[in-house]
C-alpha cells in the first residue's frame, strides 16, 4: 500500500499543486482510488458505499476544467470523505442502518461548500449505528479497528471517517460530534479532531442524533488541514435552523490554561495514558499560566446526555423506526434509544434547570481560565473487550468528551503519544463558543516543541478472508432472526439480487420464513439479498440451527459469481405461497402490513 496522504503532502500542497497545473486532480484521485481498493484487503468495513470510480474521475475532471476556466479553489483536487450521516445527492444515507436508507436529492450543505471549493469525494464511511457510541463496533458493515493496531477499537461513532484519514486513503474527512465521535477516533488514530463551535458549520442534510447538540466535526493530520476545512465551512446557513452567525474571540496573550484537579483526573488504571497527560501538561506550561480547576460539575453535566432528558432526543430522531421496525435498529442502541420514550416533559424542564446552573459552573471555569486541557479519553479497549462490555466501557471513553456540546464550548483533539502497542493517546483543548480559532492558535504553538514519539507503523496486516452468506428472509437486516447474524458480529458486505433463476415461497412458520428454489431461467426471476460476512467458525455455528426443509446452498447471483446461501428442498413449497412477484421478501412483508 502507497504511503499516507499526510506524508505525501498536505490539503494546501495537494491543491497548490493542482492550481498550478503541477498535476491535475483526476491524477491525484486516481491514486486516491488505487489506495481505497489497496486499503480494502485490510479494513473493508471502512466503507458504508464508495463513489463508483468513474464518477469520482469525472468529478475530478470537472476541478480541472474549473481551474482551466480560471476559478480559484482553495481545495482542488483534494481527496475526501464524508461519514454516512451526512447527504450526499444520488447516494443512500443509511446511518448503518440499511433499512432505513434514502437516496439524498440534496448533498449536505457542508459537503456542497466542500465539492464548491474543488474538493473530490470518495466515498461514505461507516459508523456507530445513528451516531450512538463512541467505539465503532455498533454497526452491521463491521467494527472498524485503529489503524495501528486492528485488535483495539477506531473510536466512533466516526469510525469509518477517522481509519480513511489515517490510513493515508483521503487527505480529510467528515465526521460528526454530538458527544465525542469527532474526537476520541482522532485520539486513538493520531489525527487532529476539529469540533467546532455549535452553529459555526451547517448540519442542513445531517441526519440527527441530537440535532440540538450535532456538529459536524472535521478529521485531519495537521492542524493547518484542519484550519483549510474551517475557512470553507464557516458560513452562516439561513435553512439550517441551528447555523448561527460567527462569533468573535479575544485570544489572551499569555494564555491561562486550565487542568484538571488530581481527584477529577481518571485513567482507568492505564499508566501510559497517565503519564501521556502528565507530559503534556507540563508542556502546556511553557506557554502560559498553568491553572489547577475544578471540573466536577462538567463531569456531572456530563451524565445528562444519556442519563438525562437529553437521551430522548435521539429517540426523537428514531421515534418512526422504533414504532414500525424496532428490530432494524442494533440491539445496543435500540436499548439506549427506548429508553428515551420514559422520559417526561418534566423531565426535560428539569434537565435545562440543570443545565443552566452547570453553565454558570462552565462560565465560572472561563473566567479563571482561557483554554481547558483535559485527555480525550482515559484509555483504549479492544474490540473483544467492547463487545463483551458495550454500554460501561463506551461511557468511560466518553468521560471527558459528553459534557462539551452540552456546554456549547469549542474543542480540538490532537495527539500527545502512542502507547506501547502502538494506539493513540490524545488531549482535547477545549474552549467557549467561537474559541475555534484561538485552540488551533494555541494547538499550532503546543506542537512547535512538543516532544513525541514517531508515528507507528499501520497495521497492514491482511483481513481474514471470511466465508460470505446470502439471506433472503427473516435473517434480513431489521427481521425477526437478524440477531442470530448479530451474534455471531456478521458484517454486512452489501445488497445484491439472484440470477433471474429463482422463485421465492412464503412458508407457513412462526415467524414467517421464505423458501429460495432454483428452477431455472426460463421460469425463475432476480430477487433482492443481502450478504453477510462472517468467520468460518462462526459460520458452522450458524448452519447447524437451520431447520428442514431449509438448507445451507450454493446461490447464483446477478453477476454470475455464487456465495453461500439460504435455499430449500422442493417439498418446501407444499402448501407454501408464492411470493416471486413481489421481487424478494422484505416487499412481501410490508405488503400484509398495508
Not at 456530563?302 to 442494533?330: C, D, F, M
Request: glycine share 10%; hydrophobic share 45%; aromatic share 8%.
Amino acid at each position: 500500500m502507497s504511503g499516507r496522504i499526510g506524508l505525501a503532502g498536505s490539503i494546501g500542497d495537494i491543491a497548490e499543486a493542482v492550481r498550478a497545473g503541477k498535476v491535475t486532480a483526476r491524477s491525484v484521485a486516481s491514486e486516491a482510488i488505487v489506495r481505497a481498493d489497496a486499503y480494502e484487503a485490510v479494513q473493508p468495513q471502512v466503507w458504508i458505499a464508495r463513489v463508483p470510480p468513474a464518477d469520482v474521475l469525472a468529478a475530478a475532471a470537472e476541478v480541472d476544467r474549473r481551474i482551466a476556466a480560471g476559478e480559484d479553489l482553495p481545495l482542488a483536487g483534494v481527496p475526501f470523505a464524508a461519514k454516512d450521516n451526512l447527504d450526499v445527492a444520488g447516494m443512500v444515507t443509511t446511518a448503518a442502518c440499511p433499512s432505513a436508507g434514502y437516496v439524498a436529492e440534496r448533498s449536505a450543505r457542508v459537503v456542497e461548500l466542500l465539492v464548491g471549493a474543488g474538493a473530490v469525494l470518495i466515498g461514505k464511511t461507516n459508523l456507530d449505528q445513528f451516531a450512538t457510541g463512541l467505539v465503532g463496533t455498533r454497526s452491521p458493515y463491521g467494527a472498524c479497528g485503529c489503524v495501528f493496531d486492528k485488535s483495539y477499537v477506531s473510536g466512533g461513532s466516526s469510525s469509518g471517517s477517522a481509519v480513511a484519514v489515517a490510513a493515508g486513503i483521503v487527505a480529510f474527512a467528515l465526521g460528526t460530534d454530538t458527544a465525542g465521535s469527532g474526537r476520541v477516533p482522532a485520539a486513538f488514530n493520531g489525527l487532529i479532531g476539529l469540533k467546532p463551535t455549535k452553529g459555526r458549520w451547517s448540519t442542513r442534510g445531517l441526519l440527527p442524533a441530537c440535532r440540538s447538540l450535532d456538529c459536524v466535526s472535521v478529521f485531519a493530520h495537521s492542524l493547518e488541514d484542519a484550519r483549510a476545512v474551517d475557512a470553507v465551512l464557516t458560513a452562516f446557513d439561513e435553512e439550517d435552523i441551528y447555523s448561527r452567525e460567527a462569533g468573535v474571540h479575544a485570544a489572551p496573550e499569555r494564555p491561562r490554561i486550565g487542568i484538571p484537579r488530581k481527584e477529577d483526573l481518571h485513567f482507568l488504571g492505564d499508566a501510559e495514558s497517565a503519564a501521556f497527560y502528565t507530559e503534556a501538561a507540563r508542556h502546556a506550561g511553557t506557554l502560559g499560566e498553568v491553572v489547577e480547576v475544578d471540573i466536577s460539575q462538567l463531569l456531572d453535566c456530563a451524565q445528562l446526555l444519556y442519563s438525562g432528558p437529553w437521551v430522548a432526543e435521539r429517540t426523537a430522531a428514531l421515534k418512526g423506526l422504533l414504532e414500525t421496525n424496532p428490530k432494524a435498529i442494533h440491539p445496543v442502541v435500540r436499548g439506549i434509544v427506548q429508553s428515551g420514550l420514559s422520559k417526561s416533559a418534566v423531565d426535560a424542564f428539569e434537565g435545562q434547570y440543570a443545565l443552566k446552573l452547570y453553565e454558570r459552573a462552565a462560565q465560572a471555569i472561563w473566567r479563571a481560565v482561557d483554554v481547558l486541557l483535559l485527555p480525550t479519553t482515559p484509555t483504549i479497549y479492544t474490540k473483544e473487550q467492547l463487545l463483551a462490555d458495550p454500554v460501561a466501557l463506551n461511557s468511560n471513553l466518553g468521560l471527558y468528551t459528553n459534557f462539551v456540546n452540552l456546554l456549547d464550548m469549542s474543542a480540538l483533539a490532537i495527539p500527545a503519544g502512542f502507547r506501547a502497542n502502538g494506539t493513540g493517546f490524545g488531549v482535547t483543548l477545549m474552549g467557549p463558543a467561537w474559541a475555534d480559532g484561538f485552540l488551533l492558535d494555541f494547538a499550532s504553538a503546543f506542537q512547535e516543541n512538543q516532544t513525541m514519539s514517531a508515528t507507528p507503523p499501520l497495521d497492514e496486516t491482511p483481513h481474514k478472508a471470511d466465508i460470505q452468506l446470502a439471506v433472503v428472509g427473516a435473517h434480513l437486516h431489521g427481521m425477526p432472526l437478524h440477531f442470530q447474524l448479530e451474534e455471531r458480529n456478521a458484517r454486512l458486505v452489501r445488497k445484491a439480487k439472484t440470477a433471474p433463476a429463482y422463485r421465492l415461497y412464503a412458508m407457513e412458520t412462526t415467524p414467517p420464513k421464505p423458501a429460495l428454489i432454483h428452477v431455472g431461467e426460463a421460469d425463475g426471476s432476480a430477487l433482492e439479498l443481502e450478504i453477510y460476512e462472517m468467520d468460518y467458525a462462526s459460520f458452522g455455528s450458524f448452519v447447524a440451527e437451520v431447520p428442514a426443509p431449509l438448507a445451507i446452498g450454493t446461490v447464483t447471483l446477478d453477476d454470475g459469481s455464487e456465495v453461500k446461501g439460504f435455499v430449500a428442498e422442493p417439498r418446501a413449497m407444499e402448501g407454501s405461497k408464492d411470493v416471486t412477484s413481489f421481487g424478494g421478501w422484505r416487499a412481501y412483508i410490508a405488503s400484509l402490513k398495508g
